[in-house]
């Protein structure tokens, strides 16, 4: 029953989370491992296709701007690439890395991988803690 209520909501969380409205998937994320500390592994599935997909968002919102030169501020953007999405976890860092990826016209088949494992990887830290706070 709680899957039917949980799952969605941190879905949504997570996908918010990695746009630039509000959101804290972080949070839905501990209090859904509380609640059902088993469904872990669903949890963080759930969780990372979210926030994947609010990051696609992300990216092609930033194919929308128009294209200017690097300054030198952002050439570092150039030279670590797509690579540079596996810190897309980071809170307001990594929108702002989703929507350069976007501005910058990298190709999709490079941005996803890096973006999937840096959503991925943000949530598997988390299960441990969460896991403990419950008490499993």
């Not at 150039?78 to 990826?101: E, I, K, T, Y």
């Not at 991988?113 to 441990?128: N, S």
């Given at each position: 029953m709680a899957d039917a209520l949980w799952l969605p909501g941190l879905f949504a969380s997570a996908f918010l989370s990695a746009t630039l409205l509000p959101g804290n998937s972080e949070l839905a994320l501990a209090a859904y491992l509380y609640q059902a500390p088993q469904q872990w592994l669903i949890a963080v599935a759930v969780a990372t296709l979210g926030n994947t997909l609010g990051g696609v968002v992300t990216v092609w919102m930033g194919r929308?701007?128009?294209?200017?030169?690097?300054?030198?501020?952002?050439?570092?953007?150039?030279?670590?690439?797509?690579?540079?999405?596996?810190?897309?976890?980071?809170?307001?860092?990594?929108?702002?890395?989703?929507?350069?990826?976007?501005?910058?016209?990298?190709?999709?088949?490079?941005?996803?991988?890096?973006?999937?494992?840096?959503?991925?990887?943000?949530?598997?830290?988390?299960?441990?803690?969460?896991?403990?706070?419950?008490?499993?």
């Open positions: 929308r701007l128009p294209r200017k030169e690097l300054s030198p501020r952002t050439a570092w953007l150039a030279r670590w690439g797509p690579l540079s999405l596996a810190l897309s976890w980071v809170p307001v860092v990594g929108d702002a890395l989703c929507a350069a990826a976007g501005w910058l016209r990298w190709p999709w088949k490079q941005i996803l991988p890096w973006l999937i494992a840096g959503k991925l990887l943000r949530y598997l830290a988390l299960v441990p803690l969460a896991r403990a706070a419950a008490g499993t």
